[in-house]
């Protein structure tokens, strides 16, 4: 009989306790032994992911799944080589933040312990399997995995190797769990898992945060949409500005840090829409009546459009009248992931980082460097658009939280 | 008509978005000015308060729910001390955390900003209205509160005045609004107002967390439970174990950070107990069989006494073979709130700090410390027991989140 969630809890939650108190070279041992087992043992990890692949063909997987599905000997390279890196990151656990004396002699320190147990839902990709369980054993955390039942017998290869790695290294292998239910009651059931589940981070569309939403009674953080704006100023460099539009739209139209929709103040939009036109012809164009008027390829935009992420090679543009038309656009249909201004006027710069709410504003910048290593922080297992506990990139440090020490002398109110 | 939630919440938000670039000095106006006014209109409130208390007696309501409702001179004028300590306090809006600069001439600065819109469901004590929409406001987030029924009469008088305060400093009234309708269906309306409530604290008893936990799909902080222990090492200073026992039990019995659980090691459990017998003879000692051997009062205690909160003149006490008793006993029964070791054994205490997971932990000094105002943070809106956001005392510095703001010369990926 397979263990229950409940139980399957149970063991990670132990297997967290040992985390907390364990050394990082001893962590980072089992992440370096990890890589090379998927790099040594590529062939049973290719053999499960075969089988995982020829089940989603019969199924009617789109392309799209598919390609998302199927591992190769270069990606589990990649899984690999992940682990290795986040294991030369440092490591968050056991840094003191702060640290005061109170009057009556009291020490107290702020110091960051890991979460915990920390529960993962994702979506059909294998890769974030090892990904995710790397980035929680760095910060001291057990993981529950809990992946699509179409990548199971990966997930079920990639949580073998990792699991062995760990026993290796002397750890407790609960450390990594796959929750192998992979039905809907179970998804539920473990979203309320409370007092096991120490967070929740969901991995997917739309419809799985809902879900996360109506049925979690564990903390969760959310890697939310990112309907992300570039808005031109009436005082931007044209150049700088298409340069900027092109790359936030065109680089990588996929990610959640991909411009969806561009803002152009009335002042320059005769000078820049034309020029916006050629260069992105093989993007698709929405916008108001003011845009297709200079751009008459463009198709009518609607609201939706405007509310809507694309993550394709189609663009939702508007003529504004001012900066605070631009602020107010993005305060109505913006996701609070990340939004740019072009300009070359200084007060127009601080009241857009001011008055715009997001995870990041910048400031003469393509809105694709929102991200952990572009930030420079290391991996990350998302981008937080909500506010609480973290915002943006998330990586290794908004995986653990604080613990406060208090050392007296027998000190009483 | 009175407006709908959903009306109330997108006036909030509004107002959320003037507070969040509202000068320090403004916001601090309109806190002093709501003290004035709460002290000049003292009788306004004593007036609006004893339609509640006289409401609340006709209904059966017990002597401390009555005690919590009614409000006097006393109580308003520190009421009003309350919003002038926080208008002292620093703004934590606009502190740059950390800045740094990437190879590529990105400048990156973590800045904390308002969280928005903060949403506070109470039980009847009416000073939770000025104090809660104190913090908020100097944080720059706009309030929605929702006290209960039993209180709404107080908490129309004390909102009314808090709204002509702001008025007075020329901010928007809607940066503190109340919601009325302290119906169940409209508490669950409430909980769900994504896009408004930008982070949802309850302050109340367990069933009222247990309904956010089921209900709420905004991000929420609770301020949960607190079943302290007080663990006695063998290495401790009996004497100073005795004070600190008696302090952390005794001094104010009805808080989340008085103890409520006595761990001892059995080495010391015959010099100890007899003299925590006589030292406390008002309290109800419940104990297992090695305590009640030394105890004769004690009653015998159950798995379901170590697992509650008396919140009265009432300890449970087990002894303990050794630390890692001690700390299996916590990770148990603990609700993460604060847990004290008494020792003068270095290891005992390192090893103490290290595996008992818990908002705070204590060595040689008694739980009631943990407290906003005894950590010297200001006033507090509660004491987090969750991991996430916010852990321990959460203070101003808790009701903001962070911004990220880059700036750039045209860089693109």
């Known amino acids: 009989m397979p263990p229950t969630l409940a139980d399957l809890g149970h063991r990670a939650k132990q297997a967290a306790r040992v985390l907390a108190g364990t050394r990082t070279s001893v962590k980072d041992g089992a992440l370096l032994l990890a890589a090379d087992l998927l790099e040594q043992r590529v062939d049973d990890v290719l053999g499960a992911n075969a089988e995982d692949v020829g089940r989603a063909e019969q199924t009617k997987a789109t392309p799209a799944q598919l390609d998302r599905l199927r591992l190769d ?19 968050p656990v056991g840094q003191v933040i702060e640290g005061w004396e109170r009057p009556n002699g009291l020490r107290i320190l702020r110091v960051r312990v890991p979460l915990g147990v920390v529960g993962i839902i ?66 539920v059931e473990f ?22 939403r109506r049925h979690a009674t564990v903390p969760t953080i959310l890697d939310g949409d990112g ?63 003011a845009v297709r008027a200079l751009v008459p390829r463009a198709e009518p935009v ?22 605070q038309g631009a602020v107010d656009h993005i305060a109505r249909f913006g996701s609070g992931h990340s939004e740019a201004i072009v300009t070359n006027d200084l007060t127009a710069a601080e009241r857009f980082c001011r008055d715009v709410d997001a995870a990041a504003v910048l400031v003469n910048a393509s809105t694709r460097f929102v991200d952990g290593g572009e930030f420079g922080l290391g991996a990350e297992i998302g981008i937080s658009t909500q506010k609480l506990h973290a915002r ?22």
Chains 1, 2 share one sequence.
């Open 73 to 91: 000997a270069g990606r589990v390279a990649a899984m690999a080589d992940g682990l290795r890196q986040v294991a030369a990151q440092p490591d």
């Open 122 to 187: 994702y979506e059909n990709r294998p890769n974030v399997t090892s990904d995710a369980a790397g980035l929680c054993l760095k910060s001291g955390n057990a993981t529950m995995l809990r992946g699509s039942s179409s990548a199971l017998v990966s997930n079920r290869a990639v949580v073998a190797l990792l699991r062995q790695a760990l026993a290796k290294s002397g750890l407790p292998e609960d450390a990594v769990v796959l929750v192998e239910d992979t039905s809907h009651p179970a998804a």
């Open 191 to 212: 979203m309320g898992l409370q007092g096991i589940v120490d967070c929740l981070i969901p991995r997917g569309g739309p419809s799985l945060l809902d879900t996360v």
């Open 227 to 289: 309907n992300c704006h570039v808005y031109v100023d009436a005082a931007a460099d044209l150049d700088m500005a298409l340069r900027i539009v092109v790359n936030a739209k065109t680089q990588r139209p996929g990610v959640c840090n991909a411009a969806e929709s561009l803002l152009v103040h009335r002042q320059v939009a005769e000078a820049f829409l034309p020029r916006l036109d050629q260069a992105m012809a093989q993007v698709e164009l929405l916008g108001d009546p």
């Open 302 to 323: 609607t609201d939706e459009d405007f509310a809507t992420e694309f993550l394709a090679l189609k663009l939702s543009v508007a003529v504004v009248d001012d900066l």
């Open 392 to 413: 943006g990139p998330m990586g290794l440090r908004e995986l653990t939280c604080v613990k406060h020490i208090v050392h007296g002398e027998g000190q009483t109110r």
